[in-house]
């Protein structure tokens, strides 16, 4: 994965949508793609984001903080 990728898998998890479409606009990714990770980031505490760039499938896990308190 590309350091770009990166970057972008790191804005969609903090949940910083502004600039993850900004990104994924540069890096050609559809924002139907960005915006179903989101919101699937927003109602979910734990959730697996796949974004298809092409044929590579990039994953991403939102932390949980099930049992932190």
Known sequence: MSPRHQTLMGL????NPAT??????EL?????AIHLALI???DQEHVE???R???EHYT????SFK???
């Open 53 to 55: 760039d092409g044929v």
């Open 12 to 15: 969609l998890i903090k949940g």
């Open 20 to 25: 993850a479409k900004e990104l994924g606009r």
């Open 67 to 69: 049992g932190a308190a």
């Open 60 to 63: 991403a896990r939102k932390p």
């Open 49 to 51: 984001i796949v974004l």
């Open 40 to 42: 699937r980031l927003r």
């Open 28 to 32: 050609g990714w559809g924002l139907s």
